[in-house]
């Protein structure tokens, strides 16, 4: 039976599991070296053994690579020359680098308004020939309406400067302007820190002698091969790890709140009937509002070993960490110290635990009342934050927006939700967390490797979504920024269905995924009206295969 | 930072027809420029979710004649209900303004509801207004309408009432629809001046409409002293707009937005659906953020004559003059069941283009030196010759007024087919049907 790794790289722990079929055979927890993550990593794949186990048939890594360099500014100088057009001022959105305005400009059906000024160009390529940046993001408003701005600039370039590497906003085919022109900046900035690190992983792993393929956790809780994965859609795929790890772990229609535990931050999920929330905008990372799509998930810096400290007598939680938990050899107090003194958990020290809360107090006040104070202080403030962003979560997918009379009317049963705790906090604050939000709390079996799980059971996702103006006789997909020439007739009605399935089959088919599993979203019709004639229509239609996982493991699992 | 809260609701699924300008398209673009240019991600901008008025707000407000379930109001029920989350979201000090961007639209659904007219069926300012005055004891109201055509709905819900002023800034009745809002409608006999009218002549552009409320609506709103001010945001002044004939700009939007200052601007019409709207209202968002629209430019130029300079400053003088020498000429009537006092009688023809037909109305206020006056409506569609009767006790009702509305209640519920009552100042709406007091649950059922 196939063999499966995942690789949950964390920030203070690496998770790794191998799964057979339905069981988990081994599992284990390293420390993650976040200045060296490929040596993490290949200490994870030795750690269960990839050498000698045979028929490997995938693993997975989730990895904080790209988005590390991103918060870290560990970026490649990339060049960001704009089209935008007129409208709202650039400056209203906070642009976390420099660009380059040019003009030219195109509305909002991808129409010329303003022709591009050739003189410009010329004037970028001299100073591209000067300056140090070898890449070029371009990216237009309307971009992902029509590339044409962005081609042509990228045409003229490629022929004065042959080495430049030029990356297009449309190729992010979604709107808006402003984070598209981001991501195709990122995604240019860290392709190469990328490359070299899959480079290294896949000659490592093969030098393992294993021939397994390497897939890459998204937000979106989808996977990519290696190769072909964009390497900003790497980041933030710890949370989504997390949601997938607990579906792995759950009955197939239930709605629950997943609540990830780390060593110094929680991520916290929503899945509706198994289905994980997606957000209904792109994910954030440092500065940088992008289009790349995630879960719904927010995470707070909170975890097993955050520091806790003493303010007007009160514990508190700071949003770092001081090392380990005191119980277990470290050298300051942490949740999880609070956790063992209370016997909500038995890892670690009982009696370091008590010694190291302890020392938060003043010598003279350092009676099992007072730690016992310090302890229920510290467990419920970590379970208030927790509660809280539950809350804010359970808001947002509240107040999620609807376009359509029907989505309105039929917007949001009464879902009954539970809580399903993972990471290795998940014991100690269950009770408490389950007191304050009134609602069953269980933890995952396996919780302490959950996102490990999610990872290497994660299926691949699947997203096409087709804008059709029969009209301009132009049709654009979102995901891939594909855009072509529609030769149908002007008011099409299942002929862009059979369209853009086959599109869609097309694509899915290089992916390698099942064309069984595609759902297709009912489609949007737009009659387009001028002067009272009906000269064509905008069509608006989508299939996909939801995140989710390829199959769940068994209950009950408790192998060490 | 103050926060400008947004809900976009284009109601994809709705048309009043395929190619009937408030159509399903009619938003598309609109949607595709503003989330373009990355307005939802502007660090003031809060987006909220659509919500559903309820029908008791819906009735504290209109009466909907002759039966809630002959009209189908699933789309007005969100349009309205979106500008209450907006109001509300002002009140909670959540938002320092808002615009509820929302399909279809509702100027021009009145006091009495049988049908769609001008492309409303329920008005979501007015809804709106009734509903902060009855949960958060709002006293005074000011709207102020900017949509091309006449508010005549807005202004037949509060024509009575001396603690809204409306508004309405238009192109002549006699050129365009609905044909009414000049200057000599004023307001009722308890009421009187709560009412302007500014009908302007055919091919004014920014300069002439931003001089008509520097120099007239914004010193008369002052001098009204309003505790929220509410913009019916019509954007068929627009030099594109197919149904009329002004050459306002989108930036003279922004500006009028800016001048206006609204709490609260709330769609209306607007029917250069690729031309006008999606550059109209990016300015009137970024205007409510406050952020530069200078840089919002259509690709299409004006290119009707523009009315501006001493012609129309001049015409608005004169206009002015006329509004202010008109006295009223109240014609005192009553039935022989009226309870006492002295009641003022108002008699009207609406016209419902929608579905071609008319409703006569016969409005009867009570004459009162304390509060707006009770008032009796007695409806009746000339097309089925049902009829219907409404009576209002106003919010800041007077005792005697009170009294007399539940009088009235008490004489019609038995002999009319359909009666409303609207308590405004108890938040009391009850309907009867042949005699008998119907509930909202076995309403809301009917209608589902
Ligand atoms: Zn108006
Ligand atoms: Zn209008
Ligand atoms: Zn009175």
Known sequence: MDNTIGIDVGGTFTDVILIRGEEVIKKGKITTRQEDLLTTILQALDFVEISDTPSIGHITVSTTLVTNAIIQKRLHPVELVLFPGSGMRISALNWPVPCRILSGELDFRGREVQPANKKEWEVLADDLRKGAATSIAISGKFSHRNNVLEENLAAFLKQEIPELKIALGSEWGQSNFYRRSLTAYLNSACTEIFSSFSAQLRKAVRARGCNAPIRVLKADGGVLPLEKIRPVESIYSGPAASVLGALAQNDGCESYVVVDIGGTTTDIGLVLSGNPLMSSSGARVGSFLTNVRSLAVRSIPVGGDSAVFMENGEACLASHRLGPAYCIGGSHATPTDAMRFLNLTDYGSFSKAEEGLALLLPENERNPEAIQQVALTVVRKMADQIGLAIEQLLMEWKAEPAYKVWEVLHHHPDFRFTIRLNGGGAPGIATVLEQRMNTETIVTDSSEVSNAIGAALAKTTFSWTLNLDTSLSRYRIEETGEQGEWEGPKKPHKEVEQFLRDLALRQAQEMGIETKTLQTDPFDYFPLVENYNTVGQIVRGAMHVPPGVIRRVSRGEKDE | ?448
């Open chain 2, 1 to 448: 930072m103050n926060k400008t809260g947004i809900i976009f609701f284009p109601a994809f699924d709705w048309s009043l027809g395929e190619s009937h300008p408030e159509r399903e398209e009619r938003l598309l673009y609109t949607q595709e420029q503003i989330f373009e240019e990355g307005i939802m991600d502007l660090p003031q901008i809060k987006q909220y979710s659509p919500g559903v008025a309820d029908l008791m707000d819906v009735l504290r407000t209109q009466a909907i004649f002759p039966r809630l379930e002959k009209l189908h109001l699933d789309a007005h029920l969100i349009a309205a209900g979106s500008s209450i989350i907006l109001g509300k979201a002002i009140m909670d000090k959540e938002i320092h303004n808002g615009f509820a961007l929302v399909r279809p639209p509702g100027h021009h659904s009145g006091a009495t509801v049988w049908g769609n007219r001008g492309f409303c069926t329920l008005n979501n300012e007015a809804i709106l207004v009734n509903y902060l005055r009855a949960h958060y004891g709002i006293k005074k109201v000011a709207i102020i309408d900017t949509d091309v055509h006449h508010g005549d709905g807005t202004q037949d819900i509060f024509y009575y009432d001396p603690n809204v002023l409306c508004v309405s800034i238009h192109q002549d009745g006699r050129t365009l629809f609905p044909g009414t809002g000049f200057t000599d409608e004023k307001g009722g006999p308890n009421s009187w001046g709560s009412t302007l009218n500014i009908p302007l002549i055919p091919g004014v552009g920014d300069e002439g409409f931003l001089y008509a409320l520097e120099n007239w609506v914004l010193p008369r709103v002052e001098e009204f002293k309003p505790d929220i001010i509410i913009n019916s945001a019509g954007q068929d002044n627009h030099y594109t707009d197919p149904l009329a004939s002004m050459n306002v700009s989108a930036r003279g939007y922004g500006k009028i937005t800016e001048f206006i200052k609204p709490d609260l601007a709330v769609l209306e019409g607007g029917y250069s659906i690729q031309g006008a709207l999606p550059y109209v209202n990016l300015a009137i968002l970024l205007a409510l953020a406050g952020e530069d629209y200078s840089g919002v430019i259509e690709p299409q130029k004006l290119q009707r004559r523009e009315i501006g300079g001493e012609t129309f400053r001049s015409y608005l003088l004169n206009l002015k003059r006329q509004n202010e020498n008109i006295r009223p000429n109240w014609t005192l009537k009553k039935e022989s069941c009226f309870p006492a006092g002295e009641w003022v009688c108002i008699e009207k023809n609406i016209f419902y283009d929608t579905d071609w037909f008319q409703e006569y109305r016969k409005d009867y206020i009570r004459k009162c030196n304390h509060c707006g006056g009770t008032v009796l409506t007695l409806s009746r569609n000339e097309l089925t010759f049902e009829k219907a009767v409404l009576v209002r006790i106003p919010f800041e009702a007077c005792e005697a007024c009170v009294q007399t509305g539940y009088d009235l209640v008490e004489h019609f519920k038995n002999t009319e087919k359909t009666l409303l009552l609207q308590d405004q100042l108890q938040n009391k709406i009850m309907l009867w049907h042949d005699g008998r007091e119907v509930s909202f649950d076995e309403q809301k059922n009917q209608t589902a």
